[in-house]
Structures are given as C-alpha cells and as structure tokens.
C-alpha cells in the first residue's frame, strides 16, 4: 500500500546521496544546500567529503553519514573498521557498510556476521548507526534473508538493499522480504532507482524506513 505522506514529512525519509566518483568540492556544497532547502535525513557522501560536509551541515538536523567497503564489500574487515572510526571522527553520523557479498553467497555467515559486528561494535562504541547494504542484485530471497539474520545478529541498525552501482536497485520485493525478515527490530533503507515521489511512497508502503536518493529535488518539488 503506497503511504502518504506531507513533503517536509517524505523529506525526513530521504538520505541525499552524492557517492559520484567524480563528485567536486562544488557538487557536495550543492547537495549539502539542497538537502539544508528540503531538510532531509542526511546526506550521504564519500568519506573524504565528510569534513566539508560535517562543517556545512552543523547549525542543521541534516545529519552527515558515509560509506565504508564501498561499494565492493570485499575489503577486509580491519580496513572496514579503520574507515568507520576515521570517518566518524571527522564528523560522521551514520556509517553504511557494504557487507562481503562473495562470503554471503558462499555460505559463510560465520565471517559475514564477525565482519559486521567488528563494523557495529566499533560504530556503537562512537554512539552513532549502522546500516548494512547487502547489493540484493546478486542475491536470491534464500540470501537476503541470511543477510538479514547475520545483521541483527551482528548489532547492526539498518538492512540497506543496494550500493547504487550495480545492476539493480531497490525492489519493492526486496524491501518487503527484508521488513518481514528483520520485522520492527532493525530499520530497512531501499536505496538504488528510486527517481520519482510514487516510487519513494511505495518503498515506504512496502517498509522502507530511510531511502537513499540521488533524486531528491525531483522527488519533493
């Protein structure tokens, strides 16, 4: 069921998201501007941008937050660890990991939970959230909801669908198997081809309780 919802209450929903390899010093202030204009959840950025980010966003409740194993998942996790603390001491707020898709699909859920929880212990120790993107294109229904347990199990905050640079984004599917698997314990983020205000109500009918949005200015204007 598509849920409806006030602009300023959607805007809540949305992480603005600039992870573009060629992002500038400019095209961050400007995503920093826009998400300030509609007041959004966040924005979300590669790490480097963060210390701009943190400086522009500190007189608002758009919070910074970042990306860590981005957007392969198959650094190792000392490297995750490292990126999530370094990343939060420059003034992030919410860090999402990408977790190792190879290990998931080869059944090892022994490292994929240890991987996350090194991520989650070391981000709660800083008092800030995980979320953990899981890049559903490569996984079937059986996976996600492996993905799913391993998370919780793990201490993460957030299921998240996709990086955004593979073949697929979010599904209404997905969100939906991923809501019903994590039920009200976790939050669930849908992110990857949400383009328009339709599509971004009915990734939060279906359970989404953050997006992940290039398309914000679209969506809310």
């Not at 943190?54 to 758009?62: F, G, M, Q, R, Y």
């Not at 201490?155 to 697929?168: C, I, L, N, P």
């Amino acid at each position: 069921m598509t849920k409806q919802l006030t602009t300023a209450q959607l805007a809540k929903y949305l992480d603005h998201t600039n992870l573009k390899p060629d992002a500038t010093e400019a095209s961050i202030r400007q995503t920093c501007e826009e998400a300030i204009k509609y007041n959004t959840a966040s924005v979300c950025i590669n790490s480097h941008w963060i210390p701009l980010a943190a400086e522009l966003l500190k007189d608002t409740t758009v919070k910074p937050i970042t990306v860590v194993g981005f957007p392969l998942g198959a650094t190792n996790t000392e490297t995750k660890v490292y990126e999530a603390i370094t990343a939060i001491d420059d003034g992030a707020e919410e860090i999402d990991m990408v977790l190792n898709v190879g290990e998931l699909i080869g059944d090892n859920l022994d490292y994929v939970t240890a991987d996350i929880q090194a991520v989650a212990e070391a981000v709660h120790a800083k008092n800030k959230m995980l979320k953990v993107i899981f890049e559903t294109s490569f996984l079937n229904d059986d996976q996600i909801v492996k993905a799913c347990h391993a998370s919780e199990n793990a201490g993460a905050d957030y299921v998240k669908t996709s990086t955004g640079f593979s073949s697929e984004g979010a599904t209404l599917h997905n969100v939906e198997l991923m809501r019903k698997t994590v039920g009200s314990k976790l939050g669930v983020k849908a992110s990857g081809g949400i383009h328009s205000r339709e599509e971004a109500l009915a990734m939060i009918g279906a359970g989404a309780s953050r997006l992940g949005v290039s398309a914000t200015t679209k969506i809310l204007s």
